[in-house]
């Protein structure tokens, strides 16, 4: 059964990041549709509502909730609790819930018309899950053999150019 677990496991995990990923996208695009002409932007609103309610209640939630348990599952069935990488993989993964549910209060704040997120800072909200999805994947591929000092090194190192990468997409998109 081990098999089975891991493999609905990690389906889980990859619905929940491309919902994660193309929901913050809409909620950016849902942003950006209040700057257009009232005609257009009715249109918008209307069918980008439509779209991130079925992608958030329909792929993002069942996947998280897929995600977790199945991952319980391989926890509590194959003792891996014990394992010290696990554990800073379960913070990791409770820092991606933590994510995920101030997601969905952007979600609501958005669909009452209520959110002051702008469209800069749900792009830099959306590379937040990116950094976490590269620690959650290579604690759970190096296992043991992560070193400590390199795995902070390294997702330090890879948030600074994302951040480099969105000024640079900013520029780039004003001029």
């Not at 009452?112 to 950094?131: C, D, F, H, P, Y």
């Not at 590269?134 to 890879?158: C, M, P, R, S, T």
Request: charged letters at 15%; a positive charge; proline letters at 3%.
């Amino acid at each position: 059964m081990y098999p089975l677990a891991k493999a609905l496991h990690v389906i889980g995990f990859v619905c929940w990041f491309a919902g994660l990923f193309y929901a913050i996208r809409l909620f950016i695009y849902r942003v950006e549709a209040q700057e257009k002409p009232p005609e257009v932007r009715d249109i918008l609103e209307a069918q980008l509502a439509i779209m991130t309610r079925r992608l958030w209640f329909g792929i993002t939630w069942p996947s998280m909730i897929a995600t977790v348990g199945f991952g319980l599952w391989l926890l509590y069935q194959y003792k891996l609790w014990n394992l010290p990488w696990v554990h800073i993989k379960l913070t990791l993964v409770a820092l991606l819930v933590i994510y995920h549910l101030v997601s969905h209060r952007i979600y609501r704040q958005l669909r009452a018309g209520e959110s002051t997120w702008s469209s800069k800072a749900l792009r830099i909200w959306n590379e937040v899950a990116t950094l976490l999805l590269v620690a959650i994947v290579f604690v759970a591929v190096f296992k043991q053999g992560l070193d400590a000092l390199w795995g902070v090194l390294g997702f330090f190192g890879f948030a600074i150019v994302l951040m480099m990468g969105i000024k640079i997409y900013g520029k780039i998109r004003k001029g």
